[in-house]
């Protein structure tokens, strides 16, 4: 993140977020609260005679406008489907995406709902019928500026990033440098097994947080991260525990899944690889963010010794688990 960037979030006064919503005619009673987010900055808003709404102003730089909308059409599709998901409010201008004082943002409403119990095979099947009917629709099309989850994004770019900048211990850059030669070198072996995976447009970031559950069911929320990639991306965030635990996990969501959808098993073996990824791409994450005051206050243990240490020794397991056999469901 460059200086820039940093000036635009601290100009983001409690003024500033309600004078926005003044511009697209929403008038706020006065409460603001402030939502648990990083990337963006994502607001709660009283509205006079109205229900409270949620206001997203996005991080400067991260998406051009045409991804952003990209990312809206996609949810909308998935609303016409009846697919419960929280798309942007398109106000009376007719927009979807808004400016003011050189933000974008985008206004939401307020959806509540508690975590899914995932250790309930009924609850992990709901999700997967879910998932299968996003990704159906996810398939139809491909996204255009929106980019791809692959090993180069994921993996490559964030790995170089890191080196480059000086973020990693010099006692511990050799031992980093060879463990993520090694952890790519496994993420690209188990593409190889799994063959030519097709890619469809995906929610990109599945892991429960993002899923809210009611009495009526789950509903997905917060798209920002939505991009290309193969279907077990959706999938294998929803997994945890010991291996059997995860097989039969695994089993309960494609029940549900291919109902919808079907599935290609030949990405099971990227489960491990995209964990991975994920591993490689979330260091550099924090890393690209950490001018910002938000990220050294909210994650005070990043860039210790302690910090890569752990994060060398996660990677030398993934080494191993990338060449076992992948999961498979029963």
Same mark, same amino acid.
């Given at each position: %993140?460059?200086?820039?960037?940093?000036?635009?979030?601290?100009?983001?006064?409690?003024?500033?977020?309600?004078?926005?919503?003044?511009?697209?005619?929403?008038?706020?009673?006065?409460?603001?609260?402030?939502?648990?987010?990083?990337?963006? &900055?994502?607001?709660?808003?009283?509205?006079?005679?109205?229900?409270?709404?949620?206001?997203?102003?996005?991080?400067?730089?991260?998406?051009?406008?045409?991804?952003?909308?990209?990312?809206?059409?996609?949810?909308?599709?998935?609303?016409?489907?009846?697919?419960?998901?929280?798309?942007?409010?398109?106000?009376?201008?007719?927009?979807?995406?808004?400016?003011?004082?050189?933000?974008?943002?985008?206004?939401?409403?307020?959806?509540?709902?508690?975590?899914?119990?995932?250790?309930?095979?009924?609850?992990?099947?709901?999700?997967? &019928?879910?998932?299968?009917?996003?990704?159906?629709?996810?398939?139809?099309?491909?996204?255009?500026?929106?980019?791809?989850?692959?090993?180069?994004?994921?993996?490559?770019?964030?790995?170089?990033?890191?080196?480059?900048?000086?973020?990693?211990?010099?006692?511990?850059?050799?031992?980093?440098? !060879?463990?993520?030669?090694?952890?790519?070198?496994?993420? &690209?072996?188990?593409?190889?097994?799994?063959?030519?995976?097709?890619?469809?447009?995906?929610?990109?970031?599945?892991?429960?947080?993002?899923?809210?559950?009611?009495?009526?069911?789950?509903?997905?929320?917060?798209?920002?991260? !939505?991009?290309?990639?193969?279907?077990? =991306?959706?999938? #294998? %965030?929803?997994?945890?525990?010991?291996? !059997?635990?995860?097989?039969?996990?695994?089993?309960?969501?494609?029940?549900?899944?291919?109902?919808?959808?079907?599935?290609?098993?030949?990405?099971?073996?990227?489960?491990?690889?995209?964990?991975?990824?994920?591993?490689?791409?979330?260091?550099?994450?924090?890393? &690209?963010?950490?001018?910002?005051?938000?990220?050294?206050?909210?994650?005070?243990?990043?860039?210790?010794?302690?910090? #890569?240490?752990?994060?060398?020794?996660?990677?030398?397991? =993934?080494? !191993?688990?990338?060449?076992?056999?992948?999961?498979?469901?029963?």
């Amino acid at each position: %993140m460059n200086s820039s960037e940093q000036l635009s979030f601290s100009a983001l006064t409690p003024d500033c977020v309600l004078d926005a919503l003044e511009s697209v005619g929403l008038y706020s009673d006065g409460r603001l609260l402030a939502l648990n987010s990083y990337e963006n &900055r994502v607001y709660q808003v009283g509205i006079e005679d109205g229900p409270p709404l949620v206001a997203k102003f996005y991080r400067p730089g991260r998406w051009s406008d045409e991804a952003i909308l990209e990312e809206h059409a996609f949810v909308n599709e998935l609303v016409a489907q009846e697919i419960p998901v929280v798309p942007a409010t398109t106000l009376a201008n007719g927009a979807s995406l808004h400016t003011f004082a050189g933000f974008r943002f985008a206004v939401f409403e307020r959806h509540g709902g508690r975590a899914p119990e995932l250790g309930d095979p009924a609850t992990l099947e709901w999700l997967g &019928r879910f998932i299968g009917r996003i990704h159906a629709v996810g398939a139809l099309q491909p996204f255009v500026h929106r980019p791809a989850l692959n090993i180069d994004t994921f993996g490559e770019e964030p790995r170089a990033y890191l080196l480059d900048n000086d973020f990693i211990p010099r006692d511990l850059l050799d031992a980093w440098r !060879s463990v993520t030669t090694q952890a790519l070198d496994g993420v &690209r072996r188990c593409y190889e097994r799994a063959g030519d995976v097709h890619g469809l447009r995906l929610h990109g970031d599945c892991h429960c947080g993002n899923v809210l559950w009611t009495d009526a069911g789950p509903h997905f929320v917060d798209f920002d991260d !939505s991009r290309t990639g193969p279907a077990i =991306q959706d999938l #294998w %965030m929803l997994l945890s525990g010991e291996r !059997s635990e995860q097989v039969r996990q695994l089993s309960d969501l494609l029940a549900g899944y291919e109902d919808f959808a079907e599935f290609d098993p030949r990405e099971l073996y990227l489960i491990e690889a995209l964990r991975t990824l994920r591993l490689i791409h979330y260091s550099a994450w924090l890393a &690209r963010r950490w001018e910002d005051p938000a990220f050294p206050v909210a994650f005070p243990w990043f860039n210790t010794q302690r910090y #890569w240490q752990d994060r060398i020794l996660e990677l030398r397991e =993934q080494v !191993s688990l990338m060449d076992e056999a992948p999961l498979w469901p029963v």
